[in-house]
């Protein structure tokens, strides 16, 4: 058992993912993902660089993806929003990179030290245009270690920048904690060469690994030459990297229950939130209330197919949400109607109690029997 | 004229070409002089990256035999770091555009000076955005006319040379597509350099600069830029009368980056790392 700190697992989670090349700039309340790896990867052989802001921190993360390593960066709110322009060239790209977003309350220099997840919608919709998207969440120090490697794996599995979502609080938060076993991923070379197209799939070789590579945020073909009037060719490079997301449903999707089987009223919740609504549902348990829990890793892509299948046994749904309504959105979309969603949001910098949030649930089975 | 490069021709992609630039444009002189002092180094083609930016300068790396990756608008040195950081044994070199370099990415210009990382950046300086139609740049000389200063431009222009030098870079000079002899010559002695390297190229725009300005057509632009230079060793207080200085400004072997880094990574090996779970 060791005590930990969530920006500590992160770090500890990315080196035994194999992530050797870091590159950030300072901000509250990530920096502490990036002392740590500039601690950690110099000994290991990895590179640590202090870039002048968070467009360049993403750009050599980028670049050093492309020359062959497991690469991260780390930022919050301000920062997070300067990355989108590069989380968009990573996609366009196929680019494996990991981008961790420690939430703080905003919009702007906002609540730099307060907890929110407020960047849910930006971390799918951020940057311009359509794009695949992988974004995690964690509620716990040791769900940070093992959610941070899952995020590398993800990454190298289907080319893709992936982005992990912590909040202010978990970052900072201390848990004693056994840090689990867990399977690292690498990613994957081509059998040969010879006629290798280094767009046409999930294969990967790396600059001046023995393939002449082009590689361009144009829309591109195969080949990686750029296509930069081809319509039909982009949509088809976006649908592909979509699909190939579809296909890999089983593993990208992570999520727990709580009491949820037998559920009258469920909470979806993700992030620091489910920890209250755990709470929350052990305290309407005790009360004789059928609560369950839905707490979701994976936001995005987001699942639809779950939580229409739970809409249909329950009689209501609560989704508390630090932010004034963010992914409450596609749970409405996938729910469609099939049972009263009752949101709970806030954006106060404060995190919710287990009784506010069963305070709202009890009011939705009222709402039912009434 | 006596004959300038060998065989250029291995390090360009032909197939990729008709390339995007106009007709007269000095981009294609930058490019070959770029190819020419490839094989005057004779830089191995699969140790070779070129990292491009957007605009027209941005597009270089596609016409290249070489691992070639066409980044974002003002950012390739941002790329270009963490390629090098990672694979110091690669030769990277950067081409961007006046706009690219100054405006958009003077942040990441800056700090590359500083760091002195061993990369080479061209920065092609044509005085004007030519990607987009021809609007006023950073380095638009006061008065000129663009199409977004259409009554004469009332900023000062950045000097690059003077804003590399200030930064920080080991090595800094500036030649143009009139000096055919010395463009490869320099970019050459640039990619040698252990350490981070600028070369400034004066070079015509023709279709925006060279129109919106009554300048001429492209071979009137090269003796513009010839009137409007001076040779290091020809300038005198009175010779150099508003005109730009070519030339190396600074070579200057300083510790590098990289080898920098690995030196700390192998102090840090022979110590104890920490331990990961």
Known sequence: MKLVQGNEACALAAVRAGCRFYAGYPITPATEIMEWMARLLPPRGGVFIQMEDEIAALAAVIGASWAGAKAMTATSGPGFSLMQEHIGYAAMTETPCVIVDAQRAGPSTGLPTLPSQGDVMQARWGTHGDRAAIVLTAASVPDVYEVTVAAFNLSETYRIPVILLLDASLSHMRENVELPEVTVVDRRRPASLEGFRPFAGTEFIGLGEGAELVVTGLAHADSGRPRASDGPNLERMLRRSIDRLSAGEAEILRYHTRALDDAEVAILAYGITARSAAGAVDQLRAEGVRAGLLELQTLWPFPERLVAELAGRVEGLVVPELNLGQLVMPVRAAVNGATPVHHLGRADGHLFTPEEIGRAARAAMEAVHA | ?277
């Open chain 2, 1 to 277: 004229m006596p004959r300038v490069g060998g065989d250029v021709r291995r390090y360009l992609r032909v197939e990729a070409m008709p390339h995007v630039w106009c007709p007269g444009c000095g981009h294609g002189q930058v490019a070959h002089g770029l190819a020419t002092a490839l094989e005057r180094v004779a830089v191995p083609l699969d140790r070779l990256v070129l990292v491009g930016g957007i605009g027209c300068s941005g597009r270089t790396p596609f016409y290249f035999n070489a691992n070639a990756m066409h980044t974002t608008h003002g950012r390739a040195l941002a790329f270009a770091t963490g390629i090098k950081l990672t694979r110091p044994d690669l030769t990277v070199i950067t081409t961007m555009g006046d706009g690219d370099t100054a405006a958009i990415g003077g942040n990441h210009f800056i700090h590359a000076c500083r760091r002195n990382i061993d990369l080479t950046a061209i920065v092609y300086n044509n005085g004007i955005y030519g990607m987009t139609g021809g609007q006023q740049a950073p380095t638009t000389p006061l008065g000129a006319k663009s199409v977004t200063t259409p009554l004469g431009s009332l900023e000062p222009p950045f000097d690059i040379v003077q804003l590399a030098l200030a930064a920080g870079a080991s090595f800094v000079a500036r030649t143009t597509t009139f000096d055919f002899e010395e463009l490869p010559a320099l970019i050459a002695d640039a990619i040698r350099h252990p350490g981070f390297s600028v070369v400034e190229v004066l070079t015509q725009c023709p279709t925006y600069f060279g129109r919106m300005n009554q300048l001429g057509d492209a071979v009137a632009m090269l003796d513009y830029e010839r009137d409007m230079t001076l040779p290091q060793e020809e300038i005198t207080k009175e010779s150099l009368a508003g005109r730009m200085p070519l030339g190396v400004f600074r070579r200057e072997v300083r510790p590098e980056y990289t080898a920098q880094y690995a030196a700390l990574c192998a102090r840090q090996k022979a110590g104890k790392a920490e331990a990961v779970p």
